[in-house]
């Protein structure tokens, strides 16, 4: 069993940066594709950034793109979503989460190990 534990979320104003970190525990991540979602309050769940096994792809909603850059150390079991140029439309929970693909699927059910999430609040 996998436990995912993100952290580095918080209240940052409009054009600022944050950087989260998930760190995984229990098995080890290596083979398997991450990803970051997000769910602002009264809307769906939405596929942020994903990267494969070994870090050499990453697949990014078109909101984020150019703005958010997704990394991997999988030494440290950890994923990573550098988060620059915020909006107050990044608002929102942000979860990681891993599954058996290889990084190239942005839809949520396809990551069935999953973090509790860490808030972002981006005032405009």
């Known amino acids: 069993q996998v436990q995912l534990v993100e952290s580095g979320g918080g209240f940052v104003q409009a054009g600022g940066s944050l950087k989260l970190s998930c760190t995984a525990s229990g098995r080890t991540v290596n083979w398997y594709g991450l990803g970051w979602f997000r769910q602002a309050p009264g809307k769906d769940r939405e596929f942020v950034a994903s990267i494969s096994r070994n870090g050499g792809s990453t697949y990014y909603a078109d909101s984020v793109k150019g703005r958010f850059t997704i990394s991997r150390d999988n030494a440290k079991t950890t994923v990573y979503l550098q988060m620059t140029s915020l909006k107050p439309e990044d608002t929102a929970v942000y979860y990681c989460?891993?599954?058996?693909?290889?990084?190239?699927?942005?839809?949520?059910?396809?990551?069935?190990?999953r973090g509790q999430g860490t808030q972002v609040t981006v005032s405009s």
């Open positions: 989460a891993e599954g058996p693909n290889f990084g190239r699927s942005s839809m949520y059910s396809d990551y069935p190990y």
